[in-house]
């Protein structure tokens, strides 16, 4: 089983400022990889997958880079309604699919 | 605009069964593979189940394997989960989701994404 490692557990960031997130595993996923937005109560949103192609209607601030086992999520200038836990996950070797522990992005 | 739905959630005994219902709207669900993913208070989210679009390919996490049963009917655009034999750690929001794949640039196909999630239903086992 793929071990996914998410850091940091949480980060603040100043509102316009850059958010950056990093996402481990413990073996190569080649480009294999999502990130996912979710905020309370609702359904957790697909921002970015193949590591870098942003999904359907998900804004340019948000960008995804890296392969094999090494990526990062980065909001390029924080606003208020991106407060959420982001989580990575891998889909290169199924089942089964595995997750990081997210990280929750609060405004400073 | 795709949709997905889960209900059925609610309080259990230990050893109880519960069945979680997940309505599908907005695509051709009946050519979708679709999963089922759990969330405990305060932990990370953990692949319990897979059904491909016909069926024919099903998967389980090894923590429910033997408890659980997944099954779909595409005549209902609905997704279900059987959980029997439920224990303390069973306690967590249960979502549906719905799996794809895709091309690259270069032509390679990608299967396994999940696209879509809907909002979750809570499933609490206490006594």
């Known amino acids: 089983e793929i071990v996914i490692t998410q850091s940091p557990a949480t980060l603040s960031v100043s509102p316009g400022e850059r958010a950056t997130l990093s996402c481990r595993a413990s073996?190569?996923?080649?480009?294999?990889l999502a990130w996912y937005q979710h905020k309370p109560g609702q359904a957790p949103r697909l921002l970015i997958y193949?590591?870098?192609t942003r999904a359907t209607g998900v804004p340019a601030r948000f960008s995804g880079s890296g392969s094999g086992t090494e990526f990062t999520l980065t909001i390029s200038s924080l606003q208020s309604e991106d407060s959420a836990v982001y989580f990575c996950q891998q889909y290169d070797n199924w089942p089964p699919w595995t997750f990081g522990q997210g990280t929750k992005v609060e405004l400073k | 605009e795709v949709q997905l739905v889960e209900s059925g959630g609610g309080l259990v005994q230990p050893g109880g069964s519960l069945r979680l219902s997940c309505a599908a709207s907005g695509f051709n669900f009946s050519t979708y593979s679709m999963s089922w993913v759990r969330q405990a208070a305060g932990k990370g989210l953990e692949w319990i189940s897979y059904i491909s679009s016909g069926s024919s390919t099903i998967y389980y996490a090894d923590s429910v394997k033997g408890r659980f049963t997944i099954s779909r009917d595409n005549a209902k655009n609905s997704l279900y989960l059987q959980m029997s034999s439920l224990r303390d750690e069973g306690t967590a929001v249960y979502f549906c989701a719905r799996v794809t794949g895709y091309y690259d640039s270069r032509g390679s196909y990608y299967g396994g994404l999940t696209d879509y999630w809907g909002q979750g239903t809570l499933v609490t086992v206490s006594s």
């Open positions: 193949g590591a870098s």
């Open positions: 073996q190569s996923v080649s480009s294999s």
